[in-house]
């Protein structure tokens, strides 16, 4: 099609948490895409600060999976999960078992990050229901969180504006605060706070009564609030609450797996480790839908007994463990392990961190830069000393300079987000930071 074609055909689209009459005024048509560059139908090329949206971990156009796929094709393109599986499938779940933190050893796999979540979630209450816990259904999560967009994974998200248009959601979902330190729900300081923050889910769990508990649900690094990330103890303390309320601990590390912190999971790299864990976006690289959950084998053996027990996890989509996926998957993991890009992911996310403090705080609107490995978020504020915020907010308007620079990042009104495929060399950090501080420039 024509370039005039393709923009005029925007308009039969809905795209993302956007309004698209502003998108088809100057819609962005990405035409292909190669290691960290992107480049659209004008011709025009950007820095892919961010992977896609956390996805491209390998970096685009990865010939081992791309090849990976191509042979799959020639293979098998489905297998039906009603009453078979197939050898690339097998060879993903034997793969992941040897990456996933401690204790997970049983795998479902899916197409998308909600799919991964919503299924944790009716999991755990499946679990309690048949483990002598059947009263175990209210799911907890935290403000400021997002686990998807299906009804189960809306309710457990703590975004007002990514929940309230779809009320009323569903029944034994509640939120407590985040351990967002620098702006601290509860006006206190680390250390000094003794983790209120972690502490408040004891709480909430004895006033909702620990018999009606199922699960408590977090991002290890909250992405949505801007890269929150969990101060020290704060894991270990919520993982002892929910071991003595036998209450499942979801991580949700569809953002955060695969290498993008700095580990292949951010549950290494605090060293507390969860019952369910949510994968996606970067298990494939975005090379093929695909996304899954690991959990325990206490776990799976309630799921585990003869046929007339009827104990089998009630949940199933036709599309889960597909083998052209799977084979996009395990070639991911392969190119993540060979070409040693976790390792990668932490040295570049340190450098990018060193970087931004040398040219970025400088501007003097830079309040806090946080993340791990390469995931690290800048957050923006008016007057450091006060940390009061910019009114209107000038996120929005430093990405739309970015863009307009050639560098694509995240968009928040108060913090700008980094997440560069895990390929990223000092080079191309210098060229990223290089034109986010001219963009910051221009607007601030
Ligand atoms: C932390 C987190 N969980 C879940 C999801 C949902 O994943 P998907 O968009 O693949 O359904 C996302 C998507 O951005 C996410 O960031």
Redesign the pocket.
Known sequence: MEKESLQEATKHLLLAYMQMSEFIKNPLIIEKAEGIRIQDIEGKTYLDGLSG??VVNVGHGNRAVIEAIKAQLDRLTFAPVLYATNPVTLELVQLLSTIVPEGLTTFKLFS????A?EAAIKLSRQYHRQSGNPWKYKIIGLYGG????TMG?VSATGIPIRKVPFVPLLEGFLHIHAPYCYRCPYEKQFPDCNLTCARMLEEVVKWEGPETVAAFIL?PIM?MPGMITPPPGYLETIRDICDRYEIILIY?E??TGFGRTGNMFAAQTYGVFPDVL?M??GMSSGYAPL?GMAFKAKIAKAFWGPAEAKVEFSHAHTYEGNPLCCAAGLANIRQIQERRLVENSKAMGEYLQKRLKERISPLGVVGEIRGSGLMVALELVKDAKTQARFAPPVGQKIVLAARKNGLIVRMDPHWIGLAPPLVVTPAEIDEIVEILERSMKEVL
């Open positions: 949206i956390f998308g990050g909600s799919e979540t997002f686990h998807g967009v994974a991002e992405n949700d569809i953002v949510c996606g976006k996304a």
